[in-house]
């Protein structure tokens, strides 16, 4: 049974989403959560907001005297938290109003789980509805409310990626963390995807069908960022790496065909930032795709699946991978 949960909302500026998010969580109507808001070094409008509501007996800030990244940020959050089941949510998405409420029944229904990823919805800067990327990979493994024992989450790991697509919404026991580790808070992108295959060995997994956020898509957000400055594709190809040499799946015949799929968007980035990269990046990662993945079966992925990327440009819709 979970009586109480910690939401955890780590912050780096964004005062006017911070205050739509703060309002979500505030509009709960489940009143069995307290707040944590890990401040990793805020601007000072930003600053100004989050000391307006610590008059709220619920909610609790820390301030980090340096700026740790994201990861680094939660690592700590996680060991701060006062209840021992936590809620991530970040600072450009929002709640939904009974977000709290459900996700305490889930954890009766499923009470050997400790960690239940849910399903969200996606909007845009202004509010409004995106394509369901998030429910058309869950619909291909998890059409309804389901829980994978230990270790059967690294096969749909592999296939789709980090499967939720954002930290938004994960339900995690605190100690889960003890068992699996923390995420690597040196990471920009891939950490909660290699978290996720750290911690699925420990625990069933449940995969909740029920939207508990809307996820915010924007050009400022991290993901978006990291993509700009091309600082992600190590931390991915390293993640397929472990899971193509998990023993688990050892026996699976796809692996290296969905490994294809996910390191063919890092070579296609690729190609499109040759201007803008050094020719020294280009062959770093060109190498790191080669060892880790295979570079001719990289570049057979990206060939097959360019009529689909052409087709979906500009939709929003995702580009999936090969049965």
């Known amino acids: 049974m979970i009586r109480s949960i910690s939401i955890i909302l780590p912050v780096y500026g964004r005062s006017t989403l911070l205050r739509r998010a703060v309002d979500s969580i505030l509009a709960q ?11 990793d070094g805020s ?17 609790t800030l820390v301030r980090r005297k340096k700026n740790l990244g994201l990861f680094g940020n939660l690592n700590l ?43 969200y919805r996606s909007i845009d800067i202004r509010d409004e509805p995106r394509p369901d990327v998030n429910g058309i990979f869950y619909d291909r493994f998890a059409p309804k409310t ?25 339900l995690i026991h605190k100690s889960l963390f003890r068992d699996a580790g923390l995420w690597h808070s040196d990471w920009y992108q891939a950490a909660d995807w290699e978290w996720l295959i750290r911690a699925c060995c420990f ?19 991290l993901s ?37 799929y996910h390191s063919q968007f890092i070579l296609w980035n690729l190609f499109k930032a040759i201007p803008q990269i050094s020719p020294r990046l280009i062959l770093r990662d060109l190498y790191l795709i080669h ?22 440009r500009g939709s929003g819709y995702p580009l999936l991978p090969r049965d």
């Open 43 to 59: 601007d000072q409008d930003t600053a100004s907001f989050i000391d307006s509501i610590l008059d709220d007996p619920r909610i």
């Open 291 to 312: 060892v880790n993945v295979g570079l001719p079966r990289t570049i057979f992925a990206l060939i097959t699946l360019l009529p689909q990327r052409f087709k979906i």
């Open 224 to 260: 978006e960022q990291n993509r700009i400055h091309y600082r992600d594709s190590s931390e991915i190809l390293y993640t397929l790496s472990l899971l193509l040499n998990h023993p688990y799946l050892s026996d699976c015949s796809m692996r290296y065909q969905w490994a294809s």
């Open 146 to 170: 389901t829980s994978f024992p230990p270790f059967k989450l690294l096969e749909p790991l592999l296939r789709y990626g980090s499967i939720n697509g954002n930290i938004t919404g994960l």
């Open 29 to 39: 109507t489940d009143s069995s959560w307290d707040l944590l808001i890990a401040d």
């Open 77 to 119: 959050a996680v060991l701060e938290a006062a209840s021992d089941w936590l809620l991530i949510v970040c600072s450009d998405d929002v709640l939904e109003s009974t977000a709290i409420h459900h996700l305490r029944l889930l954890g009766t229904s499923f009470p050997s789980s400790r960690l239940f990823l849910s399903s």
């Open 203 to 221: 625990t069933s997994v449940v995969i909740n069908r029920r939207s508990v956020a809307r996820v915010r898509v924007h050009d400022g957000q």
